[in-house]
């Protein structure tokens, strides 16, 4: 026997609620009996706290008598014996001091289940369980029970060894089988409301519109954000044109990103109008002001002939590829579609251009545009990663298209084998591109580029590098500072620096490439904060990063109120090396 109690304490019982989620299950569902980690373990202590009555609140107790009060929702909390110091410890013993003590229970919340049969039978309320047996032999003998189905609900358990008393008792309750608090704890408990109570009373509650009413809103001038709270595979099928996707089970903790202005009208909906009642009622909660739920749902939606579209999903090779990306709220299978869509423009495949293409070539962005007129040399190789050894001599435009197709066979990417020029750079815009990133080492090219994205209203996310020191920003046209607010025109070609002085820290165009990188996807998919008006200053000798806000100039050649410079401009080439404005 000793043998037998020994396996037994290590055996455990786990019980897990499910979260009681208004859209699903409604509320006072009994959990079910999960396999999994214990929470319960003979001999532990279980103490009871009281939640109080979630509908009627404590204070009516009292009040009430016995046999009209609601169910308790109870929850029971196991304090392991060598840790009854702490308050958990401290209401066990008053619980034992009091009389109170219980055994671990099985299907403890299926409380209310339980008391309703335990009313039907005449409230019967044992004095002292009979069962002595260890746990396991009486998991056992449940589930020979289960298989006979001998036991119907609130009876007892006639073949059980005699009651000891001291001990908790089991009754026949399906799978969960409660066992009975005993001794002087009894409740009498009154039903919960059913799940068809509970969504009437949510409906009543809640600002319900019919499909013609909704279609008029969205065609409106205050058009609401329709949310979808169906699951992703109802979504998949099927949705109402212009909604977004928050699945109900995610909705309070998607919402603030989806709709950070609580002020936002809302539009509710799923299959049928029910999830989308609660979660409406759940919204209101959240303090959102205007929130309606779309009575009839999608379905009703779909049946009245009103327009309809098939979203766009990643297919499973691309769901596996982008599964840290689909994981983050603020990117998900929308975001990755974005990316995809999107199109990035490099200027240079060199030490900036590199980690760059690198990252935005992994992230999925769909197009990748690369000018750039050098070829491979070994002294590219100490930082431009892009590269190899075997592709000395390459054209790098060309070089970076196999190791980015290599990398990702799901994008484009576009060579360019030139230097930009005026001559070319309205031909190379015309390619259509959301982001420019600048990579270019010189700087004829930083003007042009600079002064095209003003005109063209293209984001441009700048970087350079010198020796120990790095920097970066992003010139959005009509946001911030251009290059020019900056530096109106570029120096003269015999105060820039010989290209000997141009060394770099191999490493450093890595960390300013990859700044580009993460700018150029922020830009991409619409989110955070992008470097707009803020010059990031990187020191690798000190590993310190400051800030300096930019502002836009007034008299900007380019971006100010009455432009100087309206058409490009061919500066004398000169050699490259330093930052261009360090
Ligand atoms: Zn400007």
Known sequence: MEGVLRVDAVRRVGIAGSRPSPGRGGVGVPPRLVVGPAEVELGSRVVRMRGGDPLHGTKARGAVPARERRAELCLDRVVAAEDLRGPGGLVALVEELLGLGEC?????????????????????????????????????????DDGAGRHERGEPDDEQDPPVPGR???????????????????????????????????????????????????AGDDRPLVIDV????????????????????????????????HAQPILLYCAAGNRSAFAAKSLEELGYES??????????????GLPTELPRTLDGE????????????????????????????????????????????????GRLGIVDDDRVDASNLQRQVLHSTSRLGEWKAESAKRTLEELNPDIDVVPYIERLTSENVERILADGWDVIVDGADNFPTRYLINDAAVWHDIPLVHGSIYRF????????????????????????????????????LGVLPGIVGSLQASEALKLCLGIGEPLVGRLLLFDALATEFSEVNLRRDPNCPVCGDSPTITEYVDYVEFCSGRPTHA
């Not at 699945?247 to 989806?258: H, K, M, T």
């Not at 929130?291 to 009245?304: I, N």
């Open 469 to 504: 020191e790095g920097q970066a920003t992003v010139f959005k046209p009509g946001a911030g500072p251009c290059y020019r607010c900056l530096f109106p025109q570029p120096p003269p070609p015999e105060l820039a620096p010989s290209c000997a002085e141009g060394g770099v």
């Open 318 to 365: 691309k769901r596996q590829r982008y599964s840290r990306h689909v994981l983050i709220p603020e990117v998900g299978e929308e975001g990755q579609l974005k990316l995809l869509d999107s199109r990035v423009l490099l200027l240079g495949a060199g030490g900036l251009g590199s980690p760059s293409a690198l990252y935005l070539a992994a992230a999925g962005v």
């Open 104 to 144: 671990p229970r099985l299907g403890v919340a299926a409380k209310a289940e339980f008391e309703l049969q335990e009313r039907g039978a005449g409230a019967r309320v044992r004095d002292g369980a009979r069962d002595g047996r260890p746990l396991t032999a009486r998991l056992q003998n449940r589930d020979a």
């Open 230 to 261: 169906r699951e992703l595979d109802e979504w998949t099928e099927g949705r109402i044109p212009g909604a977004i996707h928050i699945p109900r089970g995610n909705l309070e903790s998607r919402i603030e990103q989806a709709a950070p202005d």
């Open 168 to 218: 908790c008792e089991r009754t026949g309750l399906g799978r969960h089988r409660p066992s009975v608090a005993t001794k002087r704890l009894a409740t009498f408990p009154k039903a919960m409301p059913s799940y068809r109570e509970l969504l009437q009373q949510v409906k009543s509650e809640i600002d319900e519109v019919g499909v013609t009413r909704a279609r008029d809103l969205l």
């Open 291 to 304: 929130v309606t739920s779309l009575a009839g749902g999608y379905t009703d939606w779909k049946r009245s």
